[in-house]
């Protein structure tokens, strides 16, 4: 930047003003001119304004939910409520595999693995009635379907994950 604005002030014949000094300098930033950089700048803040705030994570609701897994991060019952039990589904969307196809054996096998309370079929179709799981018309395949979790999943997720992390360093 300093070279191309160095550059442009000796081939100046004469003393910039302030607006050929605030294009020089604009140009040597990359923009076309100092008209052209003012409008990008506005722009950007413009869309950084526009971006809606994250929504605040819902502790207390995280440690509620926390209470429906054991140690392993195991579901021990199905929760009542229905805002309970999406957040809960999100648990076990986050552990299939990205893109890759799932037969219904081994969907169920996964579901199994992660709840105590023995009904895979329950929670397959939860997650294919939530759209968090797509599967063929068939019924053959399964795959998850790339979706942003809500905040308080996320958070929720990864308070299992470490307290799972912890239960298994400690038994070792």
Known sequence: MAR?????????DHTPSHL???N??????????????????AAENLLREAQPAAPPVDYVLVKRLAAYFDARGRLEQWPAKESLRELCLWVFWSRLPVKQDLSE????GQ????????????????????SLVSRTADGRQYRRVE???????????RHLAARQEAAGGRAQ
């Open 4 to 12: 191309a604005l160095r550059d442009q002030l000796v081939q100046c």
């Open 20 to 22: 050929e000094l605030l």
């Open 24 to 41: 020089m300098l604009a140009r040597s930033a990359g923009h076309r001119n100092f008209q052209s950089l003012r409008a990008q700048a």
């Open 105 to 108: 054996a081994q969907l169920s």
């Open 111 to 130: 579901l199994r693995a992660g709840h105590l309370f023995g009904d895979h079929a329950l929670l397959r179709r939860e997650l294919c009635d939530r």
């Open 147 to 157: 979706r942003q979790p809500p905040v308080t999943a996320v958070a929720l997720i």
